[in-house]
Structure formats: structure tokens, C-alpha cells
């Protein structure tokens, strides 16, 4: 079976870094289609903390076990690289209303842009509707405990590059 008779999804974000969240939602995106491309955008205008390549390993490292999710960087409008990948779907994770007024917006844009995709919205598993990547790195700053946020694999990449260890005492300022 060729990719073009294949059903192929694209789960786009920043994933600065990948938390327990996001991870969530690829399984599950993992299950329900034959391809999908975990997809770093890197036109933000945010300044990131991992470069596009550590993000890239990092999932990677994290969804070993699907054989049928690829992580690449994509610059640009993602209709465009949807549309080169052979995608006509788009997932996104939503956490609550806060998510919905951007989402909605984005996807009514990308329908304009390309009638043929689709944007499918994945409900957050109750214990991660609190988790952003943006989070975590705050907690990790002030040497908080990031373990149940983020995959075990890469605990220590966030650590090293924060400079934040937990080591369960309160520091003294
Ligand atoms: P963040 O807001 O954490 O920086 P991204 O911009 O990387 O995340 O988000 C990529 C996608 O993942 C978005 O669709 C976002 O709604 C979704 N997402 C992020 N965190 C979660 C979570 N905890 N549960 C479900 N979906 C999430």
C-alpha cells in the first residue's frame, strides 16, 4: 500500500520540550491513523529552549515504539507542508477553552486555505489538562519536581539545559 492510499495525519506544535501532554495526544493519534508526522514548527517568533534538532531527537526518543510516527521541523504555512507530506489531517490536542478561541480560529484559516484537509480535535486526558511546555520549564527553573510531566527519557535533557536540579529541598534565596 502505497502513502497516497494511506491515511496520513500531521500533529503540529511547538514542543518546546514534548511533555507527558503532548505524548498523550500522538498515541492516540497513533492508533487511529496509518502515518503520522509529528511536526515541529520552526518559523515561531518565540525563542526557543531546545533548537529544532534536540526537539526532533527528544520525540523521537519518546515514540520509538510507533513505527508508524516520524518527527521532522517544517517551516512555512502547514497546509503547504500538509499538503506535501499527502496529509489530509490535522489533529491538535485541546486542554480547555482557553485552547479553543486560537484553534478554532486556525483551523477555520487552514479550511479556507484547504478545503481537502481536515483538523481534528483530540479532548486532553483529565490528568494532563494542566500540563504546557511552558510549565515545565518554569517548574524546572526553580528546581521543581518535573516527573510526572514529562517522559523519563528526557527528565535529565530539560534538567541540563535549565540548570535546574530537583533534589526534594527547598532552596534557600
Ligand atoms: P504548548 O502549549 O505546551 O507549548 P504546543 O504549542 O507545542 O504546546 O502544542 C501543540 C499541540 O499540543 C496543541 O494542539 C496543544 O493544544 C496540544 N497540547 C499541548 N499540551 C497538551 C496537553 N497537556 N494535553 C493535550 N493537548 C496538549
Known amino acids: 500500500m502505497g502513502f497516497d492510499t494511506m491515511n496520513v495525519s500531521i500533529v503540529p506544535g511547538s514542543f518546546d520540550p514534548v511533555t507527558n501532554g503532548h505524548l498523550d495526544i500522538i498515541k492516540r493519534t497513533a492508533q487511529l491513523f ?3 508526522y509529528v511536526s515541529i514548527l520552526s518559523n515561531s517568533t518565540k525563542s526557543p529552549l531546545f ?8 520525540i523521537q526518543r519518546v515514540t520509538k515504539e ?15 507542508y500538509a499538503r506535501q507530506k499527502g496529509a489530509k489531517f490535522i489533529v491538535k490536542g ?13 483551523s477555520l484559516t ?5 478545503p481537502e484537509i481536515e483538523t481534528f480535535f483530540i479532548t486532553t486526558s483529565s490528568k494532563y489538562a ?3 511546555s511552558s ?10 519536581d518535573i516527573s510526572q510531566m514529562v517522559p523519563h527519557e528526557i527528565i535529565e535533557d530539560i534538567e541540563r539545559k535549565i540548570g535546574g536540579r530537583y533534589d526534594g529541598n527547598f532552596k534557600d534565596y
Open 34 to 36: 496509518d502515518v503520522v
Open 51 to 58: 533548537s529544532v534538532e534536540e526537539r526532533i531527537e527528544l
Open 66 to 80: 510507533f513505527p508508524n510516527v516520524k518527527v521532522e521541523g517544517f517551516a512555512g504555512l502547514l497546509v503547504d
Open 94 to 106: 485541546l486542554r480547555a477553552v482557553t485552547d479553543f478561541e486560537y484553534e478554532f480560529q486556525m
Open 110 to 114: 487552514n479550511k479556507q486555505l484547504a
Open 130 to 132: 494542566y500540563l504546557s
Open 135 to 144: 510549565l515545565v520549564k518554569e517548574v524546572s527553573k526553580y528546581c521543581g
